[in-house]
């Protein structure tokens, strides 16, 4: 299995400051075929379901703000949040879906200072 | 806009089989692949396996020898058996749908989760 690494834990931050979260797989998950990062970000607030935030590792889903922005490419992706909002407190994780079984990262809590 | 809700016992024995359903509305089950996902409280999320609507399935080797799902399409329902249960299957248990293409395990519905607790 493809094993997905987050970091940090968590992070504290004021409003309107910058987030940023890191992933690292245990393998390449860009596929050379088609140069697709398939790395995806989730959002998840308390008692809610994830949420797909960005796909292809880059790509926002539709209704997404514009403030959510991933980027990497191999093994190395960052999720960033350009200016924190309270409504985005929650947990974040990254999944990789180049190989089954997918999986997810341990999950990045992200608080308001 | 498709929604996903999950049913089935909150509560099953040490040993026994857990049984849930997933009910799909707003959308067809058709031309999608649907997943089982779980989370234990506090802790991250894994994917359980899925089942496209023809009825093949993919599961998770870490669980596959006790993972049986189905899927009927007359009732926009897909299912999910894990059997031998024992404490360490207690979670939140979500249905989701992944899409059908290049990119099949990446999920863009959930369903809100229904939490299954195994106690005695």
């Known amino acids: 299995d493809i094993v997905m690494t987050q970091s940090p834990d968590s992070l504290a931050l004021s409003l309107g400051e910058r987030a940023t979260i890191n992933c690292k797989s245990s393998?390449?998950?860009?596929?050379?075929?088609?140069?697709?990062?398939?790395l995806a970000w989730y959002q998840q607030k308390p008692g809610q379901p994830p949420k797909l935030l960005i796909h292809?590792?880059?790509t926002r889903e539709s209704g997404v703000p514009e403030r959510f922005s991933g980027s990497g490419s191999g093994t190395d992706f960052t999720l960033t949040i350009s200016s924190l909002q309270a409504e985005d407190v929650a947990v974040y994780y990254c999944q990789q879906y180049y190989s089954p079984p997918p999986t997810f990262g341990g999950g990045t809590k992200v608080e308001i200072k | 806009q498709v929604q996903l809700q999950e049913s089935g016992p909150g509560l099953v024995k040490p040993s026994e089989t857990l049984s849930l359903i997933c009910s799909v509305s707003?959308?067809?089950?058709?031309?999608?692949?649907w997943s089982w996902i779980r989370q234990p409280a506090g802790e991250g999320l894994q994917w359980i396996g899925r089942?496209?609507?023809?009825?093949?399935?993919n599961y998770n080797p870490s669980l596959k020898s006790r993972v049986t799902m189905s899927v009927d399409t007359s009732k926009n329902q897909f299912s999910l058996n894990l059997a031998s249960v024992t404490a360490a299957d207690t979670a939140v248990y979500y249905c989701?749908?992944?899409?059908?293409?290049?990119?099949?395990?990446?999920?863009?519905?959930w369903g809100q989760g229904t939490l299954v607790t195994v106690s005695s």
């Open positions: 393998q390449t998950v860009l596929y050379s075929p088609n140069n697709m990062n398939y």
């Open positions: 292809w590792a880059s």
């Open positions: 989701a749908r992944g899409f059908d293409g290049s990119g099949s395990y990446r999920f863009d519905s």
């Open positions: 707003g959308g067809s089950i058709s031309s999608y692949y």
């Open positions: 089942i496209y609507f023809s009825g093949s399935t």
